[in-house]
Nanobody, 116 residues
Framework: QVQLVESGGGLVQPGGSLRLSCAASRSIFSSYVMGWYRQAPGKARELVARLTTGGTTNYADSVKGRFTISRDNAKNTVELQMNSLKAEDTAVYYC??????????WGQGTQVTVSS
């Protein structure tokens, strides 16, 4: 079973930047669609960014132009660069690996708090 471990969350001021990293326990990027989701208190979990096996990226409208998803095949990591952070970006961020034939895999989540 593949395991995902997120890191890089923390407290940042509005307008600041953070880089989240998701480490997979083995090489999966050739067969899994990777994504970052977030869940704010009292709200449903939502897709933030997604990276397909072919390298296509998709972003939620709320983060377009500010967030960038990327992967490092050699390190088995997927990263989310978050710039120009806003208070409304505050949430627990989860890494996700999705495959059409298997159950989705989730990391444990990392807290991002944007506050002055």
């Amino acid at each position: 079973q593949v395991q995902l471990v997120e890191s890089g969350g923390g407290l940042v001021q509005p307008g600041g930047s953070l880089r989240l990293s998701c480490a997979a326990s083995r090489s999966i990027f050739s067969s899994y669609v990777m994504g970052w989701y977030r869940q704010a208190p009292g709200k449903a979990r939502e897709l933030v960014a997604r990276l397909t096996t072919g390298g296509t990226t998709n972003y939620a409208d709320s983060v377009k132009g500010r967030f960038t998803i990327s992967r490092d095949n050699a390190k088995n990591t997927v990263e989310l660069q978050m710039n120009s952070l806003k208070a409304e970006d505050t949430a627990v961020y989860y890494c996700n690996a999705d495959h059409p034939l298997t159950k989705a895999i989730w990391g444990q989540g990392t807290q991002v708090t944007v506050s002055s």
